[in-house]
């Protein structure tokens, strides 16, 4: 059985910084996508960053400010947050099994259950 479990979330003030992590297990994604989500209160679902391999996809509201990297060794993929702002603010979600690093949360097979990161201001 596939899992995706995602910890390192939090409440932060603005301006500071988050590493989120995704831990896999049943199977590893080597030659598939992982990606990160967000979800705010009322919203719809919002693609972060996605990586595979040496290729990776950001949201442009978070270029130059968030990083997606991976550790195939530990089956992990990580989320480096900086300078965090309160539109940040939202449930966190792990994604994984897409044939590329794709913007659409339909393209992905499996999902964690979320971390929750909130900034304040």
């Known amino acids: 059985q596939v899992q995706l479990v995602e910890s390192g979330g939090g409440l932060v003030q603005v301006g500071a910084f988050l590493r989120l992590s995704c831990a896999a297990s049943?199977?590893?994604?080597?030659?598939?996508?992982m990606a990160w989500f967000r979800q705010a209160p009322g919203k719809e679902r919002d693609f972060v960053a996605a990586?595979?391999?040496?290729?990776?996809n950001y949201r442009r509201s978070v270029q130059g400010r968030f990083t997606i990297s991976q550790d195939n060794a530990k089956n992990t993929v990580y989320l480096q947050m900086n300078s965090l702002r309160p539109e940040d603010t939202a449930v966190y979600f792990c994604?994984?099994?897409?044939?590329?690093?794709?913007?659409?949360?339909?393209?992905?097979?499996?999902w964690g259950h979320g971390t929750q990161v909130t900034v304040s201001s």
């Open positions: 994604a994984a099994g897409a044939q590329y690093v794709s913007a659409s949360p339909d393209h992905y097979n499996y």
């Open positions: 049943g199977r590893t994604f080597t030659s598939e996508a």
């Open positions: 990586i595979r391999g040496s290729s990776t």
